[in-house]
């Protein structure tokens, strides 16, 4: 009987694979497994194929898709059954029906062969996950749990290494050795959702006996043999495969929906091969793989995290005592290959990229200025294509170099504005998204006489389907840059009718601009208005003019009853019972929307952005 996984949350940043032809639909699977295989669909807002930012849900098929190797096992039903779009369609079935499972006949596994004996494969253990989402839609529960399962590998300190789409949500993780009976209950330690990687302790003694960490090794090179090592589908035991290096370069993270530097190789990686080391010729480990790419133009495309970004992962770990991220430079840029643009902003050479936007969130905000020309980044010169020099003959994307960077450093930029050469500073910190790709735990909600208010977010949005959010609210998802740190777009997601709410039953996914006069900063303001309101009615003001008025007395009275209909414990969530710290910015909040989509870009090559 086959198995339907749903809601996994992986994100798919859809503008950067290229796309033959106007009507495919890109999509893309992390890797991890259940008994059955995830196919996660990217979305658009071409109006053929629904392209959606950093999310997974789909409306449409597509012969091309980026795979998670994440095998999941779920009892919970297919979204797929005619209630809304589904994020994951299941084409694989329980262990017991092998008749079933389907293979790609071009990604054979390799057994391990003359490596059976090798020292390293010890190091690489199985990960048993147990997730249990939250409902984005009913954030006052979670949904129902399911299983999957990955791949780790031991790097020193007693520590495991693993991807962080495999442990998202999870409120039990296990390990198992290699030829081992036992597993062992692993702590997450940290979870980097930009970078996808995870880190892992095993508490048990016996665990780490006999056990040696994995060597990392250098950057390889194009044509270098590579050995990924994990626990795909099709059986219990370590499966190897091999293949070489096909290219190096910044590439999309599909569950973090950022862009970081990134193998790619033609080894087969499968669900399950999630968080599985990948070897070079000596034995080291030169990263860790995470997702593929699938289409009928294309094969044997897989792609491994590298060693300097799992290195950035552990040392921010080791700096702060907790992850804070990859820094963003926060502009939004455009190429200088036009002469004729180069000539008017009076850039003599051949090189630089202009300043089309700057995020008032981020500290460029201070010293950038739309119109300025970025030349160089650290003394290094910047193409006009956006590119910078790497390694011998080769050359690599800006973003790379603000990549190694660390949240709080300081970098320091050479510009030209209006003809003239100077040389700034600026504070590199990770960007502040109005709507966040990944809720670590559960949303914040607010009750108010059967009026569920709650954060707009990617989950939610792919939960909900584009359909039922609206165009206008998927545009402000989109488009729309965060004013300040704490912003938030806060919305009616439902009505839970009651005498007292009678004529607002049907109101949804609307966003709440006003309560009683007042612009609604984030939901921890919503939630402080109302409740030192003393006015005789609570006036809320949504977008297109639509207004919703309760008397105060009233939906005090009926909001106990309004729970105990429902069964929900509380009226708001636990965050906002905290007190309220004006957040001290008081310009208007009329939303600007932009002439881009806003990313986290910051330069757009030709086919891979937004395709």
């Known amino acids: 009987m086959a198995v339907a996984v749903t809601s996994c949350s992986f994100s798919v940043f859809a503008s950067t694979f290229k796309l033959h032809g106007s009507s495919s639909c890109g999509q893309s699977r992390l890797t991890s497994p259940p008994s059955s295989i995830g196919v996660v669909a990217l979305k658009s807002m071409n109006p053929k194929c629904n392209l959606k930012r950093g999310s997974s849900s789909s409306h449409c ?10 095998y999941k096992k779920s009892p919970r039903r297919s979204k797929d059954d005619g209630i809304s779009g589904t994020a994951f369609k299941s084409f694989g079935t329980q262990r017991k029906e ?5 293979f790609d006949s071009r990604e054979q596994q390799v057994e391990p062969g003359d490596l059976q004996d090798a020292t390293f494969l010890n190091a690489v253990v199985k990960v048993y996950c147990t997730h249990t989402e939250p409902d984005y839609s009913l954030p006052w529960q979670r949904q129902r749990q399911y299983t999957s399962t990955g791949s780790a590998f031991m790097i ?8 962080a789409h495999c442990v998202e949500h999870g409120t039990q993780v296990k390990v198992k050795r290699r030829g081992d009976d036992s ?15 995870a880190l892992l302790s095993v508490e048990r003694e016996e665990f780490w006996k006999g056990t040696e960490p994995l060597q990392f090794g250098r950057l390889p090179h194009l044509q270098d043999a590579v050995t990924v090592v994990g626990y795909p589908l099709g059986g219990d035991t370590i499966s190897v495969t091999k293949g070489v290096v096909s290219r190096i370069e910044v590439t999309s993270y599909a569950h973090g929906s950022s862009d970081l530097l990134g193998i790619q190789i033609d080894a087969a990686i499968n669900p399950g091969n999630s968080g599985g080391p990948a070897f070079n010729e000596q034995g080291e480990c030169i990263g860790v793989a995470f997702q593929v790419y699938r289409s009928e133009e294309a094969e044997n495309i897989g792609y491994v995290i590298p060693t300097t970004v799992v290195s950035h992962f ?29 000539a008017c902003l009076k850039v003599q050479s051949n090189e630089g990229v202009l300043v089309r936007r700057v995020e008032p969130t981020s500290d460029a905000n201070i010293v950038l200025k739309e119109g300025d020309v970025i030349v160089s980044f650290d003394n290094v010169r910047v193409g006009c294509e956006g590119t910078v020099p790497f390694r011998s003959n080769e050359r690599i994307a800006f973003r790379y170099l603000v990549s190694q960077k660390f949240a709080g450093d300081v970098a320091e ?4 504005r209006a003809g003239k050469f100077m040389q700034v500073q600026v504070v590199l910190n990770p960007r502040v998204h109005l709507v966040p790709y990944h809720i670590d735990d559960q949303p914040s909600y ?3 006489a059967g009026l569920v208010f709650t954060p707009l977010s990617e989950p939610l949005i792919e939960e909900e389907c584009e359909d039922s959010i609206g165009l206008k609210l998927l545009a402000k998802a989109r488009y729309t840059l965060a004013r300040f740190k704490g912003e938030q777009i806060v919305i009616l997601s439902q009505v839970l009718a009651n005498e007292v709410n009678i004529g607002y039953e049907d109101m949804s996914n609307q966003q709440v601009l006003k309560f009683n006069g007042t612009q609604i900063k ?32 009233a939906a005090s009275a009926a909001s106990s009853c309004v729970l105990k209909d429902y069964g929900i414990q509380s009226e708001r969530s636990p965050d906002l019972l905290k007190p309220y710290v004006d957040l001290g910015d008081n310009q208007a909040l009329e939303q600007d929307f932009g002439d881009t989509p806003i990313s986290n870009l910051e330069v757009g090559f030709d086919g891979l952005l937004w395709a």
């Open 61 to 70: 098929k597509s012969d091309s898709e980026k795979d998670s190797a994440c």
């Open 98 to 102: 092998k008749k079933e499972f389907q």
């Open 156 to 163: 020193g300190d007693r520590k495991l290494l693993t991807n």
């Open 183 to 197: 597993k062992y209950v692993a702590k997450v330690l940290a979870r980097g959702v930009d970078c996808d990687i």
């Open 314 to 342: 552990l040392d921010d770990y080791e700096r702060n005592g907790k992850y804070t991220g990859f820094p963003s430079l926060g502009v939004l840029l455009q190429k200088l290959e036009n002469p004729a643009l180069r």
């Open 413 to 416: 930029l050479g510009i030209i």
């Open 446 to 448: 607010l009750i108010i």
């Open 522 to 553: 984030n939901i921890h303001h919503l939630a402080h208005l109302v409740d030192s309101c003393k006015d005789q009615y609570l006036v809320f003001e949504f977008e297109e003019k639509y207004v919703a008025v309760l008397e105060r007395e």
